[in-house]
């Protein structure tokens, strides 16, 4: 008998995926909108500093709504989520949404150029270290390379970015080392943030593909004397890069909140740079909506890899559902 649509597999993917995100995002909105009702005191006091008049907090309290009651609050934070309307900045009384807007693609552009980087490095560099190593030679490069690549992959992006700072800005003087001014300055940030995933998505790309090389399909490759070039391009790699997707999407999570510490590096006009600001100036709906994207971000991140994996290999989605 025919399956209907709602009973398709690729149907009760989609509907999981879709009930997964929807929750998601829905613990995120609620997380965020208590972030303000939990920290002690008073924020918009906090925000406007101790000599502030009373009737100056009273009227800032008033104008955000925060002397409703907590259920109205919420159900207008929703609605105004709903219209793209974020509130206000405590200090600026610029609207939220307008800061975003203005600093979300300085960080937008940072994130998907050091992932495109270490994507570019990572799956050659692995690829060609397998092949180099494989069956247990060249086992110095072996050493040398697992070594050099666990050390960069658990360096602080933060760590990376003083590196490069102090050896590319202040020692050589070869690379801009503050703000967003043309394009050699992304050069440092973007290395900051791309070094230690494409060491880690490198060691992966190499054991997938080492796995894969051993399997019946590859020797039945070599058997038929296939050129060594298509073996490993059209046959290997493919199949290697299914461990390595789920890894690079949340290497891809990982950049996007990598970036605040590394904005504040290099003074980087972005949401990384604006949140760390805001929080030591205590803008709390400014926070809340910086971290709103970031959260955001990362989910959407994850749901991209969920389909690219089952674009890649429909059987596990299918067995899945």
Excluded: C
């Amino acid at each position: 008998m025919p399956k209907t649509t709602a009973e398709h597999p690729w149907v009760r993917f989609a509907a999981r995926r879709v009930a997964r995100l929807v929750v998601s995002l829905w613990v995120l909105v609620t997380a965020a909108f208590g972030m303000i009702h939990l920290i002690p005191g008073d924020p918009v006091r906090a925000a406007l500093g101790p000599t502030a008049p009373v009737e100056l907090v009273a009227a800032r309290r008033a104008a955000l709504g925060l002397d409703d009651p907590l259920w109205s609050q919420y159900l207008r934070y929703l609605r105004n989520l709903v219209t793209g309307e974020l509130s206000e900045s405590m200090v600026t009384g610029l609207p939220v949404s307008q800061l975003i807007g203005d600093r979300l693609p300085a960080t937008a552009q940072l994130a998907l150029l050091a992932f495109t980087l270490a994507v570019a490095v990572s799956v050659p560099l692995g690829l060609a270290m397998a092949v180099a190593t494989r069956g247990g030679r060249n086992r110095p490069a072996e050493l040398a390379f697992t070594s050099t690549s666990s050390i960069l992959g658990v360096l602080p992006e933060f760590l990376v970015a003083v590196g490069l700072v102090y050896v590319f800005g202040v020692t050589l003087g070869v690379a801009p080392v503050a703000g967003r001014s043309g394009p050699d300055s992304y050069v440092l940030p973007v290395l900051a943030l791309a070094i230690g995933p494409a060491a880690l998505l490198a060691r992966i790309v190499r054991v997938e593909t080492l796995a894969v090389l051993g399997t019946d399909y590859i020797r039945t490759a070599r058997a038929k004397r296939l050129p060594a070039r298509r073996i490993y391009l059209r046959h290997a790699l493919p199949n290697a890069l299914t461990a390595t997707a789920t890894v690079g999407g949340l290497l891809l999570g990982a950049m996007v909140a990598g970036t605040v510490l590394v904005e504040n590096v290099f003074a980087w006009p972005g949401l990384g740079s604006t949140i760390v600001g805001s929080i030591l100036a205590k803008d709390y709906p400014v926070v809340q909506g910086i971290v709103l994207v970031y959260g955001a971000a990362v989910l959407l991140v994850n749901l991209a890899v969920d389909v690219g994996l089952a674009l890649l290999d429909p059987r596990s989605t299918i067995r899945e559902s």
